[in-house]
């Protein structure tokens, strides 16, 4: 089955995608990921993208759903969408696109895990400046404060994990899923899962539904 998965920052949409790779053998499509890819690789699409970027704009839709459709034309099945669609009219065009090429979106994976929670979650994190290696105040402080159990690094507090900077990530993301909610309950393909769980308890749910 091929999913869309949704998850407000912290709601642990990446933790749930890695364990459907790794565990089911699903494919992640991450928009984020193809625009890396396609303007490292010069490819026509990456060239344009860049463009609009450049200029602080929006990539427009033609590009994103083209970037999207190269990959599905590798024959990817059993894939997972990250990041992708953001908008009701990418969803239309997501949508024809799939119809032409003879495939579907079999649920539209929710996951929803209260404000406070979220709040929480992320403005604890701390990420190691050298490795990379995160932290979390209150669930996985390193052994000693302010530094990397595993490199010696510095351990900090990045600037988009700050308060006033989650409370408006999380709000854009209420704003731009609201409607996509809407859309995919029409389609009959949406499905909310209680994200504020065990990991496990969360990816049995999610594997039940594409059971």
Do not use: W
């Not at 990397?148 to 690094?153: Q, T």
């Amino acid at each position: 089955m091929n999913l869309i998965l949704f998850g407000a920052p912290g709601a642990g949409k990446g933790t749930q995608s890695s364990l459907l790779i790794e565990r089911m053998g699903m494919t992640q499509i991450s928009t984020g990921d193809l625009f890396r890819a396609a303007i490292k690789n010069k490819t026509d699409l990456g060239r344009k993208a860049q463009e609009f970027m450049d200029r602080g704009e929006l990539v427009p839709d033609l590009i994103v759903i083209g970037m999207v459709e190269e990959v599905l034309n590798k024959g990817v099945k059993d894939f997972i969408l990250d990041g992708f669609p953001r908008t009701v009219a990418q969803a239309e065009a997501l949508d024809e696109l799939l119809k032409k090429m003879n495939l579907s979106i079999g649920k539209a994976v929710f996951l929803e895990v209260p404000m406070s929670e979220l709040m929480d979650r992320l403005t604890g994190r701390r990420v190691c400046r050298s490795c990379g290696a995160v932290y979390h105040v209150k669930s996985k402080p390193p052994k000693k404060d302010g530094i990397c159990d595993l490199c010696g690094g510095e351990v900090y507090q990045r600037q988009d994990d700050k308060a006033e900077v989650i409370e408006t990530r999380l709000k854009n993301y209420e704003e731009f899923t609201s409607p996509l909610k809407a859309f995919y309950k029409k389609a009959g393909k949406y499905v909310e899962v209680d994200g504020n769980r065990s990991t496990e308890d969360v990816f049995s749910d999610i594997r039940q539904i594409i059971a």
